[in-house]
């Protein structure tokens, strides 16, 4: 009979066992707060131990569920058994949840909402870059809503992002349906806009009112005509022996591109007649923006016997703002004759001005009719300063070099000339 007592004794004890486990007191432990209701239910089973003796000692086949076995195969695939819904398998043993009736919510991260199949859900994700908001990211269109532009390599280039509906991607291109006008349209070589042609005041004069007015209108903004005389060289050339003076000057008249050009040139000694003296009458054209090609005649008074010849020639401001004038000339005689001048003036001050000049006058033949030898027959080297009282008025003072060479030298010693002379200037550069 003992022994007996002893066996019932030690299975009531084992039977009692699991539900003393499951009904430990977790309120010591961070986060676990047992609700008040629920201690009073956890005592009774205990005051009551010897009547429930009987039914307590049939769970007997319950052993499995004290070995530690079951437990840690079960809390292995607690994540994705704990979270369906449906029986387990037949003849597995039922083990009771040990935390069931605690209050977890106090537990850090505890915050799972139930039966959610996304392991993020009920996280607060809001500190992590780019998750402003948004859904179980499992679930279709959990993007939606997720502000992209701040995830690493999810700039508004990526285009990955593109065609995504509700993101904050910035100004996208037209992908995203924006217009492409304006400033948005692509490089291209377009016609412009035509100009338009509804005016008010069609409204109320005539036709040929108001074309007359448009060609008043074009010919006052861009369209009129200028005229200038301008006089480069008026000086008096002071040099051992005999003085001499020179003059060089030209006028124009016309638009932007198409002028008639009148060009003089000569040189003498005081009381002595002239000694060269020309006139040019040319068509300028504008070829560019700095350049006109010039075609006409020129005619010699001095020396003589006089010469006509046909000329054709350019003008440019080469870069670096030199003045660059060149000709050829063709005589009545057939004498081929060419000319290269440039100047540069350079600005001391607003109004002083030293300009270095230089000339140069060829010949493809000898013509001793008029002292003019082959090759390079003259050159002028001068440097003159002046100052602008006025634009328009600018008196100035220099030096000039002048030489023959060749035959020319040789013509010019059998009249009793040097080939070359130095002279001190002094003159006015006008314009008018």
């Given at each position: 009979m003992q022994p007996k007592l002893l066996l019932i004794a030690g299975g009531a004890a084992l039977g009692l066992a699991t539900p003393a486990a499951a009904q430990m007191d977790h309120s010591n432990m961070p986060g676990m707060k047992m609700p008040a209701p629920k201690a009073p239910a956890v005592k009774k089973p205990v005051a009551k131990k010897a009547a429930a003796a009987k039914p307590v000692a049939r769970k007997a086949p319950a052993k499995p569920a004290a070995r530690s076995t079951p437990r840690t195969r079960v809390g292995s695939a607690a994540k994705p058994a704990a979270s369906r819904s449906a029986k387990p398998p037949v003849g597995e043993p039922v083990v009771a949840d040990p935390h069931a009736g605690h209050d977890m919510s106090a537990m850090p991260g505890m915050n799972m909402p139930e039966a959610n199949p996304n392991p993020s859900a009920g996280h607060d994700m809001s500190a992590m870059p780019g998750a402003a908001g948004g859904t179980n990211p499992a679930e279709p269109g959990a993007m939606q809503g997720m502000d992209h532009g701040s995830m690493p390599g999810m700039g508004q280039g990526s285009g990955a992002m593109q065609g995504m509906s509700g993101h904050d991607m910035g100004s996208m291109p037209s992908a995203t349906g924006a217009a492409m006008v304006g400033t948005n349209l692509p490089a291209g070589n377009a016609p412009p806009p035509p100009i338009p042609t509804d005016r008010a005041a069609d409204q109320v004069y005539t036709a040929a009112t108001m074309a007359h007015s448009q060609q008043h209108l074009q010919s006052m903004h861009g369209g009129q005509n200028f005229s200038q005389v301008i006089f480069n060289l008026a000086e008096v050339q002071i040099r051992d022996g005999r003085d001499g003076y020179r003059w060089d000057g030209s006028a124009w008249f016309g638009g932007d591109i198409n002028r008639l050009v009148l060009k003089t040139e000569g040189e003498g000694s005081i009381g002595r007649s002239l000694e060269a003296a020309e006139v040019q009458a040319l068509y300028s054209r504008a070829v560019g923006p700095y350049t006109d090609i010039q075609l006409g005649v020129r005619y010699d008074f001095k020396p003589n016997p006089s010469r006509v010849y046909a000329s054709v020639?350019?003008?440019?401001?080469?870069?670096?703002?030199?003045?660059?004038?060149?000709?050829?000339?063709?005589?009545?005689?057939?004498?081929?004759?060419?000319?290269?001048e440039g100047y540069y003036d350079q600005r001391i001050t607003q109004r002083l001005i030293l300009q270095p000049r230089v000339e140069f006058n060829l010949a493809a033949q000898d013509v001793p009719e008029i002292g003019i030898g082959s090759g390079l027959s003259t050159a002028e080297l001068g440097l003159r300063l002046r100052y602008e009282i006025r634009r328009e008025f600018a008196p100035y003072v220099g030096i000039s070099y002048d030489r023959r060479f060749g035959d020319t030298a040789r013509f010019a010693r059998a009249e009793g000339e040097g080939a070359g002379s130095t002279s001190f200037v002094v003159g006015i550069r006008t314009w008018f």
């Open positions: 020639g350019f003008e440019t401001l080469a870069p670096g703002f030199f003045d660059v004038e060149g000709a050829l000339f063709l005589s009545n005689k057939g004498d081929l004759l060419g000319r290269l």
